[in-house]
């Protein structure tokens, strides 16, 4: 996921870290030959990269893992509507219908926390 780098700094082994508006740090080593970041060096150079946007990896993760327990939550609440649906006699059209409308009772900000 795309976030702006609002400032830097450094950490304990005195590389500098990207400070991105979700909170998140991300690395910006200048390490040649493997990482060429000559800019990281100087303040002028990190300045002059506020607000270009990194991928944050932990928020790409975060958005995994929700969306993750959305699905999980969308299949169990399928799953047992159908079910039930079929055990107080409804026919395949009804069952379905029963289990789209379980949709609606799903409480997201439970799932998601």
């Given at each position: 996921?795309?976030?702006?780098?609002?400032?830097?700094h450094?950490?304990?082994?005195?590389?500098?870290?990207?400070?991105l508006?979700?909170?998140h740090g991300q690395?910006v080593?200048?390490?040649?030959?493997?990482?060429?970041?000559?800019?990281?060096?100087?303040?002028?150079?990190?300045e002059?990269r506020?607000g270009?946007?990194?991928?944050?990896?932990?928020?790409?993760?975060f958005?995994?893992?929700?969306?993750e327990?959305?699905i999980k939550?969308?299949?169990?609440?399928?799953?047992?509507?159908y079910e039930d649906g079929?055990?107080s006699?409804l026919c395949?059209?009804?069952?379905?219908?029963?289990?789209?409308?379980?949709l609606?009772?799903i409480?997201l900000?439970?799932?998601?926390?």
């Amino acid at each position: 996921m795309k976030r702006k780098v609002v400032g830097y700094h450094t950490d304990a082994e005195n590389h500098w870290v990207a400070e991105l508006e979700c909170g998140h740090g991300q690395h910006v080593r200048n390490d040649p030959p493997w990482t060429e970041r000559p800019w990281v060096t100087t303040e002028e150079g990190r300045e002059s990269r506020l607000g270009e946007e990194l991928n944050c990896v932990r928020c790409d993760e975060f958005a995994r893992k929700v969306a993750e327990a959305v699905i999980k939550a969308c299949r169990e609440s399928l799953v047992a509507a159908y079910e039930d649906g079929g055990t107080s006699g409804l026919c395949a059209e009804g069952r379905w219908e029963m289990a789209l409308d379980s949709l609606r009772s799903i409480n997201l900000s439970k799932v998601i926390c």
